[in-house]
């Protein structure tokens, strides 16, 4: 998250709640002439539009990955460094073998060459785009796991969740990860600057995850932008019994970028983090409850938003 007020005061996060539900289909006997009965042929059984559990580990093997991505580059993953290009390479590489289309869009600040991650299902009416998003850079002082490694891990494994269930939503669903937004959302801003106003006035709603993994957390920030899209993370949390507080997050993270061009915005944040910015946020740094929390609100608001609907019941497949 941009750093634009002393760090002390950038903590405060809160959160919101709800659940999904299931339904049965009966089969019908059909009368036919001469009083004989015939039965359909056996049908999958449907369950109500609902979103996977997704299981913490899944997300905590990718921030995880962006560790090492870190260790092996000089301690972090920023701006113009190796380690954030490794990142980005990452991402690209398991929503390439998901089925996304992925673009890796490149821009240039402060003399060094910059990469947002773009990824679309290719499913869904292309001219209502759901968008989740979450930056994948740190600050030069260290690894950024919980800042944003946890952004970037919930929603990459909820796109490869998307994947994974073969899932067909009514509305577009678009991923992205953001380069140097700790320098100013550049990433993001080029981004939106970038798409034809024709398309931009295609997203109904982007959804932004910047340091969701903090260690302690029992209230759950969730931005205050707008209640139509907040009131769906509050229907997620409090069906998880877990307690929110609305947050103004203000031009601190990517969110902005699109609010800024008339964009529906939402998003959530966990508690407090004592290695904010220094290079003590690290993979100890972060719970993975709290990691697997957001992941899966993460999820519950792409089935809902996205209007994902009833398919016939699968085992879920956890991440390879």
Not at 75 to 104: C, E, I, M, P
Request: proline share 5%; aromatic share 8%; hydrophobic share 40%.
């Amino acid at each position: 998250m941009r750093d634009t007020t002393p760090a002390r005061l950038l903590k405060r996060r809160s959160l919101l709640g709800s659940a999904a539900i299931g339904a049965g289909l009966l089969a019908a006997l059909l009368g036919v002439p001469g009083g004989a009965l015939a039965q359909p042929a056996p049908r999958p059984a449907l369950v109500a539009v609902q979103s996977p559990d997704i299981p913490a580990a899944n997300s905590l093997a990718h921030a995880q990955q962006l560790q090492s991505i870190a260790t092996a580059n000089g301690g972090n993953r920023a701006h113009g460094k190796a380690g954030f290009k490794a990142s980005a390479d990452y991402v690209k590489s398991k929503l390439d073998a998901a089925g996304f289309q992925t673009t890796l869009q490149s821009f240039s600040y402060n003399g060094s060459t910059g990469y947002n991650v773009i990824a679309d299902w290719p499913y869904g009416d292309a001219n209502q785009i759901v968008f989740l998003g979450s930056h994948l850079d740190s600050v030069p002082a260290g690894p950024g796991i919980n800042d944003n490694g946890s952004g970037t891990s919930a929603v990459l494994e909820t796109a490869l969740a998307v994947s994974r269930a073969n899932a067909r939503p009514t509305k577009r669903l678009r991923f992205g990860w953001w380069g140097a937004e700790e320098l100013g959302m550049i990433g993001s801003k080029y981004y939106v600057q970038q798409l034809p106003a024709a398309e931009r006035s295609k997203i109904s709603s982007y959804l932004n995850f910047d340091m969701v993994g903090a260690k302690n957390t029992r209230t759950w920030g969730v931005y205050t932008d707008s209640s139509t899209l907040g009131a769906t993370f509050t229907e997620y949390f409090r069906s998880k019994g877990l307690a929110t507080n609305g947050i103004n997050v203000g031009a601190r993270s990517d969110h902005a970028s699109f609010k800024s061009a008339g964009i529906q915005v939402s998003g959530i944040s966990s508690g407090d983090d004592p290695c904010y910015h220094t290079r003590c946020d690290d993979i100890n740094n972060i719970d993975s409850a709290v990691l697997g929390t957001a992941t899966n609100a993460a999820a519950y608001a792409v089935w809902k938003l996205a209007g994902i609907p009833a398919t016939p019941a699968v085992p879920y497949r956890p991440a390879a």
